[in-house]
């Protein structure tokens, strides 16, 4: 009576059938029984059918779970030759002068930003790059968290447990952690170099104020002889002919180009920007930078990028050994700032401050999203967050519907502007209103509250 009422009935061989079909489709995404279990317990609340005992349902899953796992290995059977196979399976034998695995190898983590971990990760991103993981294409066959959830196993067991688990189990989570490997250390890399390059420029700034207060007193006293001589130079009762004299009466010549020598060695460019001490460290830097550059396969959306192409030019130079920039590098993408220190007097190149203004300016591009890096997720291409160009015509309806906007961009931008004129109507109203929020100088000044 009660299942009548409440509108349940009894599950037959046919819903049963139905429903490990669907927990096989749930365990292609992620095989965890107890998340199974709470997900058919929901399917079957759902459809109102009366959950089956605790052991059959249990079954149910486990012969579920298999045929994901026989089907993940159907799927990756093609990319499994002899070769491959073997392959994999060095990856779990011990070198015997360290003792590691090539799998413990892979899946530690850097724990610092140094070059040194730097060309570790790119030594990682070279072994996988050569070994062919990329042709795998893991991404187009299996489901993105089932590859995780494999990934995230092969993270968790020693070599030892996975080396005598059935084959049908190793080598999908083996190719699934190598070809995660290969995004994940790609984006630490991105990260590392990163951060290499803001600590070298906080060293650098830090640098800069150091030696400022070093010349501290050297510079004061060179003003007071400055002084001194424009006291002389704007006395109208000395002459021309009798200045120089005069200022050699009064300031000893020893002494004088002592100041002078002095003045030089701690003047700063005009800007006073601290470039020059960021090329104090250019060697540091130039120990992982030729091969970050190399391995790192940088993109842009344009089709004429200045940026790209000194990255080019660079990897170029590095190859053949080669340090003089030639004059027609593009520098198109050198900032105001970094002008003067990339281009002398002569318009000539200079080799060091070009390079590191490059570094500076991926590091930009990267993190704007300018310039992207493939087989990456972290610094993936922009356009793979939107909706395809090819798709976007057959989608338009349906999202502008979903959004409540019409399809016509020239429409949306006139609704667009006549909000914005409203909202200002009501700012202004408020700025002209009892001065809790008001305009000062250009700024805007809200009272507390």
């Not at 020693?158 to 999908?172: D, G, Q, T, W």
């Not at 281009?343 to 310039?371: M, T």
């Amino acid at each position: 009576m009660i299942m009548q009422y409440l509108g349940f009935r009894r599950g037959n061989e046919e819903d049963l059938d139905e429903l490990s079909a669907w927990l096989v489709s749930r365990a292609l995404e992620h095989d965890k029984p107890s998340l199974l279990y709470e997900l058919a317990c929901d399917k079957l609340r759902k459809e109102k059918i009366i959950r089956p005992g605790v052991t059959n349902l249990e079954r149910l899953i486990a012969e579920s779970r298999q045929k994901a796992q026989s089907q993940t290995m159907l799927q990756l059977v093609p990319r499994l030759t002899d070769k491959c196979i073997s392959w994999l399976d060095n990856l779990l034998v011990p070198d015997r002068e360290t003792g590691m695995t090539t799998l413990s190898w892979l899946r530690q983590s850097a724990v610092t930003n140094s070059p040194n971990a730097i060309l570790n990760n790119l030594e990682k991103l070279t072994f996988l790059k050569e070994s062919g993981v990329l042709e795998w294409d893991m991404a187009s066959l299996l489901n993105p968290n089932r590859l995780k959830r494999l990934a995230q196993i092969a993270r968790g067991s020693k070599a030892r447990a996975l080396r005598r688990s059935v084959e049908e189990r190793r080598y999908p989570i083996l190719m699934a952690f190598l070809y995660q490997s290969l995004l994940d250390i790609t984006d630490e890399t991105v990260d590392m170099f990163d951060r290499c390059l803001a600590e070298t420029d906080a060293r650098s700034r830090g640098d800069m104020d150091e030696y400022r207060k070093s010349v501290a007193r050297a510079t004061n006293e060179k003003v007071r002889f400055f002084t001194e001589i424009g006291h002389l130079v704007l006395d109208e009762n000395i002459s021309d002919a009798d200045l120089r004299r005069t200022i050699l009466s009064r300031i000893p010549k020893e002494k004088l180009r002592s100041a002078v020598e002095e003045s030089e060695r701690i003047a700063r460019p005009l800007d006073d920007n601290y470039f020059d001490f960021i090329d104090n460290r250019y060697s540091y830097l130039r120990q992982f930078t030729p091969a970050f550059l190399s391995i790192c396969a940088f993109r842009s959306n344009l089709s004429d990028d200045p940026l790209l192409e000194a990255i080019d030019l660079l990897r170029h130079l590095n190859d053949e050994g080669r340090h003089v920039i030639p004059d027609e590098a593009p520098i198109d993408f050198v900032p105001p700032k970094w002008c003067d220190y990339v281009l002398d007097e002569e318009g000539k190149i200079n080799r060091h401050y070009y390079e590191l203004c490059v570094l500076w300016e991926l590091k930009n591009a990267l993190r704007s999203g300018d310039l992207w890096i493939e087989h990456s997720r972290h610094y993936a291409n922009p356009e793979t967050y939107l909706i395809p160009k090819d798709l976007w015509p057959e989608l338009r309806p349906e999202v502008c519907q979903q959004i409540a906007a019409p399809q016509s961009g020239s429409e949306r931008l006139k609704e667009r502007k006549t909000e914005l004129e409203r909202m200002l109507t009501r700012v202004n109203a408020m700025l002209t209103g009892d001065g809790k929020i008001r305009l000062d100088n250009g700024e805007l000044v809200t009272s507390p509250l």
